[in-house]
């Protein structure tokens, strides 16, 4: 069993994180796979899984080259509602006009990963767009 905890009442889908770093960063089911020594669907049935022993969770973040607490802490509908709260056009401008320094730690890093997968996303709509048009 895993050796951390998560925040009470709210559980983190630590397979769903997995699936989530592994396509922000470009790398196929099948590749992890191969690393992993585990067949294609295992990883598919491992990225099902709410929670993931952390010898193996330790073996994919140094595969996926990020923090295990990234896998065991990200939270997308809670990244989503801090970057919804936090940001709006006003806080950059009062942040420049008063020389505001930005201080940065492992949620600015998580809130970077989850910009660059949703433009990813963006990018493969944009994709997909083009090749229906030209059909």
Do not use: W
Request: aromatic share 6%; hydrophobic share 40%; net charge negative.
């Amino acid at each position: 069993m895993t050796t951390h905890t998560a925040m009470p009442n709210h559980k983190v889908h630590e397979g769903r994180n997995i699936k989530r770093f592994r396509e922000m960063l470009g790398i196929k089911q099948d590749a992890l796979a191969f690393d992993l020594n585990m067949s294609q669907q295992a990883v598919s049935l491992l990225e099902q899984k709410e929670t993931i022993d952390t010898p193996l969770l330790q073996k994919i973040s140094t595969l996926l080259k990020i923090p295990v607490e990234a896998i065991q802490n990200f939270d997308e509908e809670q990244a989503v509602n801090i970057i919804a709260n936090t940001f709006n056009e006003k806080s950059f401008e009062n942040a420049f006009a008063n020389n505001c320094t930005f201080n940065f730690n492992p949620l600015d890093k998580m809130v970077e990963l989850y910009e660059r997968m949703l433009q990813q996303q963006r990018e493969m709509i944009d994709e997909l767009k083009k090749l229906v048009e030209r059909k």
